[in-house]
């Protein structure tokens, strides 16, 4: 990697840490609770927001069991063990844990940036992975992708966790390892193409390049089957270096995943 393209990463990740500081605000909401609303959107386009309290010298982080209870009233059922073990796993990569239907997981005073970290991207993974644009549809985007990696021969580990450049850690959903012909492969599947979707898959691959082999390639799974893909999605990630492999057209990609 050149040093220019080291100075490029690390003026992204400078202009993200300052959007992420300038676009968060806190609100007390009672003597015990402090409401931290965040730039990341939900699918209703509403920013996530997260609760926090100090208790035993510690900080609860929360969620109130919004992400859930939203899949819920939407008629996505997460009650069939596949799937309940698809969110333990979900929320085991960042350390969160699932309390009487609340994402939650708790904090030092040190730890605190990375643990809200992580609880927000817990809450867009989850809402991402099992939100269905049809709720009569029996499988997942997730599990289609399965299904089609294994259909195919395509080896993989599935959900792995990297710390990045920065100390945050990052979700993937598969990385294929390194082949005689081919490098290292990580993948991410996008369930809701969108801009904030994109965003937040490429911010993981820019903190995440640095600590992988120089040689490693990074995909999106976009899901075009229920909506079209908005072309500003496809260019955001070839910017920032992430391959888009549309649904419809992952046959051309068969080989190169393969090999």
């Given at each position: 990697m050149t040093i220019h393209m080291i100075d490029e990463i690390r003026e992204s990740l400078e202009q993200y840490f300052k959007w992420l500081r300038d676009k968060t605000t806190l609100r007390q909401v009672n003597k015990d609770w402090v409401e931290i609303t965040t730039p990341y959107m939900d699918r209703h386009n509403d920013c996530l927001q997260i609760y926090a309290k100090r208790q035993n010298g510690i900080f609860v982080l929360?969620?109130?069991g919004y992400v859930l209870e939203d899949l819920r009233k939407s008629g996505c059922k997460l009650d069939s063990p596949k799937r309940?073990?698809?969110?333990?796993?979900?929320?085991?990569?960042f350390g969160v844990q699932?309390?009487?239907?609340a994402l939650e997981i708790h904090a030092s005073p040190e730890s605190f940036g990375l643990r809200k970290h992580n609880l927000v991207q817990a809450m867009l993974a989850v809402n991402d992975l099992f939100f269905l644009a049809v709720p009569m549809v029996a499988n997942l985007f997730y599990e289609d992708v399965v299904t089609?990696?294994?259909?195919?021969?395509?080896?993989y580990t599935p959900k792995v966790k990297f710390t990045g450049k920065s100390g945050y850690d990052h979700l993937f959903d598969f990385v294929i390892p390194k082949s005689r012909k081919r490098p290292e492969r990580i993948l991410q599947t996008i369930t809701r193409p969108n801009?904030?979707?994109?965003e937040a898959i490429a911010f993981k691959w820019i903190d995440t390049k640095e600590v992988r082999p120089s040689d490693s390639r990074a995909y999106a799974f976009l899901n075009d089957v229920d909506q079209s893909v908005p072309r500003g999605v496809i260019e955001a990630l070839r910017n920032y270096d992430v391959t888009p492999v549309s649904w419809t057209e992952r046959e051309a990609m068969k080989e190169e995943l393969a090999a």
């Amino acid at each position: 990697m050149t040093i220019h393209m080291i100075d490029e990463i690390r003026e992204s990740l400078e202009q993200y840490f300052k959007w992420l500081r300038d676009k968060t605000t806190l609100r007390q909401v009672n003597k015990d609770w402090v409401e931290i609303t965040t730039p990341y959107m939900d699918r209703h386009n509403d920013c996530l927001q997260i609760y926090a309290k100090r208790q035993n010298g510690i900080f609860v982080l929360t969620d109130d069991g919004y992400v859930l209870e939203d899949l819920r009233k939407s008629g996505c059922k997460l009650d069939s063990p596949k799937r309940q073990d698809l969110l333990r796993i979900t929320l085991a990569g960042f350390g969160v844990q699932n309390n009487k239907g609340a994402l939650e997981i708790h904090a030092s005073p040190e730890s605190f940036g990375l643990r809200k970290h992580n609880l927000v991207q817990a809450m867009l993974a989850v809402n991402d992975l099992f939100f269905l644009a049809v709720p009569m549809v029996a499988n997942l985007f997730y599990e289609d992708v399965v299904t089609w990696l294994e259909t195919n021969d395509i080896r993989y580990t599935p959900k792995v966790k990297f710390t990045g450049k920065s100390g945050y850690d990052h979700l993937f959903d598969f990385v294929i390892p390194k082949s005689r012909k081919r490098p290292e492969r990580i993948l991410q599947t996008i369930t809701r193409p969108n801009r904030d979707t994109a965003e937040a898959i490429a911010f993981k691959w820019i903190d995440t390049k640095e600590v992988r082999p120089s040689d490693s390639r990074a995909y999106a799974f976009l899901n075009d089957v229920d909506q079209s893909v908005p072309r500003g999605v496809i260019e955001a990630l070839r910017n920032y270096d992430v391959t888009p492999v549309s649904w419809t057209e992952r046959e051309a990609m068969k080989e190169e995943l393969a090999a």
